[in-house]
């Protein structure tokens, strides 16, 4: 079936580091959406990306849809303590959506 | 203008009860949805309502499981005969419309003993 996996699982970074988590999926996606979730809350909606090769920024954040729209990536610059928190990546289907297993990041001060 | 609203925030239930779980989503939106998150794992889905149709509910884990938002806005999940591997926080998102931003209520956290 359908599957969307992210990697690293885990990452543990120095404050001021870059950090970027991968979401690969077994099939074409239509377009791909980004969350965070910080510890004891819930999932965050950051960005939406559909077009193949598109990039899209919100300040530190980077964010990157592969060419053949079969994979995306999260690049986060200079980390802060208030980027603390798992990141997903989830596909839209026709109507459900799956989501990535996940990236938990944790900022060392 | 308020969020997602989720009751109750915390559940428990002994094993073989029936629970029910409310989800009030954003005034308007159209697409709702269940989510049921394991501890330290993504969301799954569960099923998906646009208005007063449910359109998926590919996800329900088996026929214990039930939802319904017959007005087209309140959504209720219900788990009959409860067992302990349904405990998991239970997560309640809607959007204006189909592939559009979710926003994500707080979550219903389910415990069954």
């Known amino acids: 079936g359908q599957q969307v996996m992210q990697i690293p699982q885990y990452q543990h970074v120095q404050e001021g580091e870059d950090f970027t988590t991968y979401c690969n999926s077994s099939t074409t996606l239509s377009n791909i959406q980004w969350y965070k979730q910080r510890p004891g809350g819930h999932p965050v909606f950051l960005i939406q990306?559909?077009?193949?090769?598109e990039v899209k920024k919100q300040k530190r954040l980077t964010f990157q849809f592969g060419e053949a729209k079969k994979n995306s990536s999260l690049h986060i610059t200079a980390t802060q303590t208030t980027d603390v928190g798992t990141y997903f990546c989830a596909e839209s289907g026709t109507y459900k959506y799956i989501f990535g297993t996940g990236t938990r990041l944790k900022v060392l001060a | 203008g308020a969020g997602v609203s989720q009751s109750p925030r915390y559940k428990v239930a002994k094993r073989g009860q029936d629970v029910a779980l409310r989800c009030d989503p954003i005034s308007g939106h159209v697409s709702l949805f269940w989510y049921q998150q394991a501890l330290g794992q993504g969301p799954e889905f569960l099923t998906y309502?646009?208005?007063?149709?449910?359109?998926?509910k590919s996800g329900l884990p088996s026929d214990r499981f039930f939802a319904e938002r017959p007005e087209g806005s309140v959504s209720t999940l219900k788990i009959q005969r409860t067992q302990q591997e349904d405990s998991a926080v239970y997560l309640c998102?809607?959007?204006?419309?189909?592939?559009?931003?979710?926003?994500f209520g707080d979550g219903t956290r389910l415990s069954i003993l």
């Open positions: 990306l559909v077009k193949s090769g």
């Open positions: 309502f646009q208005n007063e149709a449910q359109l998926d």
């Open positions: 998102a809607s959007s204006p419309d189909r592939g559009q931003p979710q926003h």
